[in-house]
């Protein structure tokens, strides 16, 4: 069973930078496609990124492209992503996620079957 754990989140200044990573106790996660997704205060989940188990394909949403970088390490069955340039609008429960099966661009959350619990990312002056 895939049980998923992110960390990296806390607080920071806008402009800042964090990393989050994702990671399962299992160390099965490089079998797995792997999306970053987010929830703001009173909005709806939104999918951030996705990664293939390769790591040779990825996608972004627009808000994020040229700011966030997803990357995953399959020798430490760990997957990260890079946020660069934060802004309040990035405030948010950040969630990864797993899915099996082919490559899958759209990143719908959907399509994913194991969640981790989240890690809160703040971003205030």
């Known amino acids: 069973q895939l049980q998923l754990v992110e960390s990296g989140g806390g607080l920071v200044q806008p402009g800042g930078s964090l990393r989050l990573s994702c990671s399962d106790s299992a160390f099965i996660l490089d079998r797995y496609q792997i999306g970053w997704f987010r929830r703001a205060p009173g909005k709806e989940r939104e999918a951030v990124s996705c990664?293939?188990?390769?790591?040779?394909?990825?996608n972004y949403a627009d808000s994020v492209k040229g700011r966030f970088t997803i990357s995953r390490d399959n020798a430490k069955r760990t997957v990260y992503l890079q946020m660069n340039n934060l802004n309040s609008d990035d405030t948010a429960i950040y969630f990864c996620?797993?899915?099996?099966?082919?490559?899958?661009?759209?990143?719908?959350?959907?399509?994913?079957?194991?969640w981790g619990q989240g890690t809160q990312v703040t971003v205030s002056s």
């Open positions: 996620a797993a899915r099996s099966g082919a490559w899958l661009p759209n990143c719908a959350d959907h399509d994913y079957d194991s």
């Open positions: 990664i293939s188990t390769s790591g040779s394909r990825s």
